[in-house]
């Protein structure tokens, strides 16, 4: 049985933030557990398996059945690809987050979309990758780096509105489509050399659907947004815009 992922998770006590406990998504053959305890476990450390409660996690609420009209990613992978498989770590800490399944079918369905109807400001989707006729994560073409590192560990000269005309125009592509991407942000922004690609859209709805377990990232979207508007957008574009002549003035 082997570690997948795991997290500190910590709580407020007078004013300071103290450890709570740990919690753990452990892999054996095709069957996933997650296990919560009171001990740290330092990066690479052994993991006790006697000391943990593992709690099974059904296969299907984090893989969706395969539709055959979906895409499937190449065989053999493309060498330089990225696989975006779902985090774990949050299952079973709400009722909504046991329905992973359900958000990884609706990015793919999602990706599907923009495959048919491409645009050189919104990232390259492959395909799915299927593993017992279940969707298990979904292949992107990699890029370099996101927008944050671009103007936080590249020295290079960078235009902000170049930039920021490309996003919109990735947003205005988007809409066409009556898709609503709900969680912009720098580092959802992809570089493909100078050009900006909007990427990760597990967040993303049809315009009016009310918003679901994934509604953005806290600091970049606003608490009040309960549907997909592009008003939603628009606001991630705006904090992106401050972000970037805050950044690149320093």
């Given at each position: 049985?082997?570690v997948?992922?795991?997290?500190?998770?910590?709580v407020?006590?007078?004013?300071?933030?103290?450890?709570?406990h740990?919690?753990?998504i452990?892999?054996?053959?095709?069957?996933?557990?997650?296990?919560?305890?009171?001990?740290?476990?330092?990066?690479?450390?052994?993991?006790?398996?006697l000391?943990?409660?593992l709690?099974?996690?059904?296969?299907?609420?984090?893989?969706?059945?395969?539709p055959r009209?979906?895409?499937?990613?190449p065989?053999?992978?493309?060498q330089d690809c990225y696989?975006?498989?779902p985090?774990?770590?949050?299952?079973?800490?709400?009722?909504?987050?046991?329905?992973?399944?359900?958000?990884?079918?609706?990015?793919?369905?999602?990706?599907?979309?923009?495959?048919?109807f491409?645009?050189?400001n919104i990232?390259?989707?492959?395909?799915?990758?299927?593993?017992?006729?279940?969707?298990?994560?979904?292949?992107?073409?990699?890029?370099g780096?996101n927008?944050?590192?671009?103007?936080?560990k590249?020295?290079?000269?960078?235009d902000?509105?170049?930039?920021?005309r490309?996003?919109?125009?990735g947003?205005?592509?988007l809409?066409?489509?009556?898709?609503i991407?709900?969680?912009?942000?720098p580092?959802?922004?992809l570089?493909?050399?100078?050009?900006?690609?909007?990427?990760d859209?597990?967040?993303?709805?049809r315009?009016?659907?009310?918003?679901?377990?994934?509604?953005g990232?806290?600091?970049?979207?606003s608490?009040?947004?309960?549907?997909?508007?592009?008003?939603?957008?628009e606001?991630?574009l705006s904090?992106?815009?401050?972000?970037l002549?805050?950044v690149c003035?320093?």
């Amino acid at each position: 049985m082997e570690v997948c992922e795991q997290n500190e998770a910590f709580v407020e006590e007078n004013g300071d933030l103290v450890f709570s406990h740990t919690k753990m998504i452990l892999r054996e053959g095709d069957r996933y557990y997650y296990a919560i305890t009171s001990r740290r476990y330092p990066a690479n450390s052994q993991v006790d398996l006697l000391e943990l409660d593992l709690v099974p996690i059904p296969t299907s609420q984090i893989w969706p059945p395969f539709p055959r009209q979906f895409t499937r990613a190449p065989e053999p992978l493309p060498q330089d690809c990225y696989i975006k498989r779902p985090s774990l770590l949050y299952y079973g800490d709400t009722k909504a987050s046991t329905e992973l399944s359900s958000l990884l079918l609706n990015e793919a369905e999602v990706c599907e979309i923009l495959r048919a109807f491409p645009h050189p400001n919104i990232a390259r989707y492959l395909g799915c990758i299927v593993e017992n006729d279940r969707i298990t994560g979904l292949c992107f073409v990699k890029y370099g780096m996101n927008l944050s590192e671009r103007v936080t560990k590249d020295s290079r000269p960078f235009d902000v509105d170049l930039c920021l005309r490309g996003i919109q125009k990735g947003i205005q592509h988007l809409h066409s489509l009556d898709l609503i991407h709900c969680d912009l942000n720098p580092t959802n922004i992809l570089m493909d050399g100078d050009t900006p690609v909007i990427g990760d859209f597990d967040s993303c709805q049809r315009k009016g659907e009310k918003l679901g377990f994934k509604a953005g990232t806290r600091g970049w979207t606003s608490q009040d947004f309960k549907f997909a508007r592009p008003e939603n957008d628009e606001y991630g574009l705006s904090k992106i815009r401050d972000f970037l002549f805050q950044v690149c003035k320093m």
